[in-house]
């Protein structure tokens, strides 16, 4: 069966990070060329997290509904329609809302790819399979980002010098998208196995008593206000930031910017950065394994909150493009680095009866973390310029050191570091 699986497992696991990448980095990337005032965009965006906060409400539609082969494939080929809309809409006069729109079906389209994928996964491949491509899931996944924030990217700004039409250059790399996503699609209807498991499941006859059963459990575990907490403030600054960058590192100087070309930013950070998060992750495993969660969780720390100061360095000084570059990559092998330890609390503190169900709140959870900063973050960089901004979100993030003693109090933790010993870096990658 492994062999079998090389055919089909780097091919999905790429297609699922595609749509993520296009709705939630590349629509930011689209918004900052066409000119869309920060603030509108920035709150606008953020909402496109929603169907990756909720996913576990309908999960059980697509567990009790046609089989997971087919909601994958199903699934692909809607989120190509979807890409094909969008592209059209950048034609039109009020292209905004209509886009937006667009981008929050795709959302939805993709959450619920995910839902399908990892559960034919489960299906599919044997125990012994799955521990096997447990890792090289999740880098294929980040090979697709990597392809989208990268020469995607680089492809839209050599579109724009050529054909001097911003909006046209983006409706053809979207257009490429959905012929790929098409592609890919055919392919999977081909190539995909259909494991005698894979059908509609029973739902349970006292179903919303089940799953009130499953929420009351999650949140009255024991240092659940300890969890909650750490879930949301571990990366508030990085929540605060991530949308802001992207206007930051396209605009002009005159704006407060750093003026880089579309075909720069795809190179520097969507490509180098992208690559250095990986290195990050798997540096990250390797030190977790060697020195344990708890040992590692303040310098970890360190290395996600001390990089939001370049940002506000960079924003002040303006320095030229090889410290931009430099400092980019450092940022984002550290947010790899500080990753790692954040993938190994929220799995244990899903630990418990229902486990699955557990991480999936808990996910939604991550995801609701990112989504609200995100919305208030566009207005407050308006109100306060980049320079400020960046400076006041660096010092906010430091509430990062103030969740870490939290952490250590949480009894599911204490399991971590025997965990970790015995696991693969690139089964700690999965997640």
Request: contains cysteine.
């Amino acid at each position: 069966m492994k062999n079998n699986a090389w055919f089909f497992i780097p091919s999905t696991y790429f297609m699922e990070g595609l749509p993520y990448g296009v709705i939630n980095i590349l629509s930011a990337i689209i918004y900052t060329r066409l000119n869309i005032p920060n603030d509108v965009f920035i709150f606008w965006t953020s909402w496109l997290y929603l169907p990756w906060v909720l996913k576990m409400f309908w999960a059980p539609l697509v567990e009790g509904n046609s089989t997971k082969r087919r909601w994958v494939i199903s699934m692909q080929f809607a989120l190509a329609l979807c890409f094909l809309f969008i592209s059209l809409t950048l034609q039109v006069n009020h292209f905004f809302m209509a886009s937006v729109i667009g981008f929050f079906v795709g959302a939805f389209l993709s959450a619920t790819h995910d839902i399908a994928l990892d559960g034919f996964y489960l299906l599919a491949l044997t125990e012994k399979d799955q521990a096997y491509f447990v890792g090289w899931r999740t880098v294929f996944y980040r090979f697709s980002l990597i392809f989208i924030s990268g020469p995607l990217v680089v492809m839209a700004g050599k579109l724009e010098k050529h054909f001097s039409n911003i909006p046209r250059a983006w409706t053809v790399v979207l257009l490429a998208v959905a012929v790929f996503s098409v592609v890919l699609a055919v392919y999977h209807n081909f190539i995909l196995p259909k494991p005698l498991s894979d059908g509609p499941k029973q739902q349970e006859k006292n179903g919303f008593a089940f799953y009130g059963d499953i929420f009351k459990k999650y949140f009255t575990q024991k240092q659940i206000v300890y969890i909650l907490l750490f879930i949301f403030l571990y990366r508030f600054g990085d929540a605060c930031l991530e949308k802001v960058v992207v206007p930051f590192m396209l605009k002009p100087l005159a704006e407060g910017g750093l003026n880089l070309s579309t075909e720069a930013y795809g190179w520097i950070k969507g490509t180098l950065g992208l690559i250095a998060i990986i290195c990050g992750n798997i540096f990250g495993g390797w030190i977790l394994s060697k020195f344990g969660f708890k040992k590692c969780l303040v310098a970890f720390a360190l290395f996600l909150v001390l990089p939001n100061f370049f940002y506000a360095y960079m924003a002040y000084f303006h320095p030229e493009l090889n410290t931009i570059t430099a400092l980019l990559v450092l940022e984002n092998f550290g947010n790899g680095l500080a990753m790692m330890a954040f993938s190994v609390f929220i799995m244990y503190v899903s630990d418990g009866e229902y486990k699955t169900s557990f991480y999936a709140i808990s996910t939604g959870l991550m995801a609701l973390g990112m989504m609200v900063p995100n919305m208030l973050s566009g207005k407050l960089q308006v109100m306060l310029g980049y320079d400020k901004f960046f400076l006041i979100v660096s010092i906010i993030s430091l509430v990062t050191f103030a969740v870490i003693p939290l952490a250590y109090k949480i009894q599911k933790l204490s399991k971590a570091d025997d965990f970790i010993k015995k696991t693969k870096t690139t089964e700690l990658m999965d997640n």
